[in-house]
């Protein structure tokens, strides 16, 4: 197994056009529709990054600042921002562009984590994420707290042991009583 590869190996983009039976009465693409899109390309990535069959783990941080609409064509890009020993985290984002308009806007950011696992459907180890960019570092130094919140939400982790998070809040206190 490769031991470490770069947020770039597992880069994916994908662009769609919203069809009718994908929108509501408003002519706006339904948020299920968008969800299974991202989680079929983030899916994707995930794999380019493991070689191995994934599982969607949890999906977090999806917002939705804008609707796209009937005609719009939507691009999703996703690439893993860290990996853990069976985990990965996907940071996908979306834009919706208005074609003849000439308009494009972001309409959309999430979190997914991926587990590998073998045939068996049993968690398998990764390899590492070498980021080089500087949003590649930014956001592979602060996958480790949001994994910690999301365990912990999960009830996978006890807030003591959440040691990642107990060092910011050992910052600010640092930083109050100077
Ligand atoms: C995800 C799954 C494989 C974890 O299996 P498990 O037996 O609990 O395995 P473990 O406790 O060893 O955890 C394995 C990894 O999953 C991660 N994980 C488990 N639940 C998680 C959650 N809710 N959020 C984020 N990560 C999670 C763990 O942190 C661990 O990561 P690491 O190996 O990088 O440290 C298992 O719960 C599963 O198969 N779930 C169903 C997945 C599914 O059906 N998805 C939708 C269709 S693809």
Redesign the pocket.
Known sequence: MTLEKTPKESFVISTEMVLPNDTNPLHNLMGGRLLHLM?VVA?ISAQKHSNRI?????V?NVSFKHSPKLGDAITLEAHVTR??????EVFIRVWSENIPDGSKIETNQAFF???A?DQS???I??PKIKPETNIEKKLYEEALQR?EV??M??G??KPKDATSLHSIFETIKEVKSE
Do not use: E, H
């Open positions: 989680d899916a994934v599982v969607t783990a949890s977090d990996a853990f020993n069976s985990s990965m984590t991926f587990v696992v459907g049993r968690p180890m990764v994994r999301r365990l939400m999960a996978r982790m």
